[in-house]
C-alpha cells in the first residue's frame, strides 16, 4: 500500500502562499496520478487539482484557477500544491491521493479513483 504524506499546511493570513507538499513512502511517484482534495468543516470533500503520471495533463476547479499551482518532482518523489492569494474559504484539511494507472493522460478530480490518501495537512486562512 502506497503510503502519502503531506507537509507544508499553516495559518497564513487573506492574500497569503503556502505551499504544500506530497511525499510517498516509496520514494516514487512517478507512475501516479496525484490528486489534491480538500474538505473544509460541514461541507463535502472537493476536488482541488489533479496532474497525470507525466505530468502533461493538469486540472483545477473553478474556486482555484488562476491562483494554485500543482507540479511535480517525479525524481524527487514529491508533488507540489503552490496556493497563492489565500482566501478565507480557502480554510480546510488538504490531502493528496495517488492513482495508479497506465493511461498517461489520466487526471480525475473525483476521489473515488484515488486509492491510496495521506493523512491530511490543515490549511487556515485567517486575519
Known amino acids: 500500500q502506497l503510503q502519502l504524506v503531506e507537509s507544508g499546511g499553516g495559518l497564513v493570513q487573506p492574500g497569503g502562499s503556502l505551499r504544500l507538499s506530497c511525499a510517498s513512502s516509496?520514494?516514487?511517484?512517478?507512475?501516479?496520478?496525484i490528486g489534491w482534495f480538500r474538505q473544509a468543516p460541514g461541507k463535502e470533500r472537493e476536488g482541488v487539482s489533479c496532474i497525470s503520471s507525466s505530468g502533461s495533463v493538469i486540472k483545477y476547479a473553478d474556486s482555484v484557477k488562476g491562483r494554485f499551482t500543482i507540479s511535480r518532482e517525479n525524481a524527487k518523489g514529491t508533488v507540489y500544491l503552490q496556493m497563492d492569494s489565500l482566501q478565507p474559504e480557502d480554510t480546510a484539511v488538504y490531502y493528496c491521493a495517488a492513482y495508479g494507472t497506465l493511461a498517461q493522460a489520466a487526471c480525475p478530480m473525483t476521489g473515488d479513483f484515488f486509492g491510496s490518501w495521506g493523512q491530511g495537512t490543515q490549511v487556515t486562512v485567517s486575519s
Open positions: 516509496r520514494g516514487t511517484l512517478s507512475y501516479y496520478v
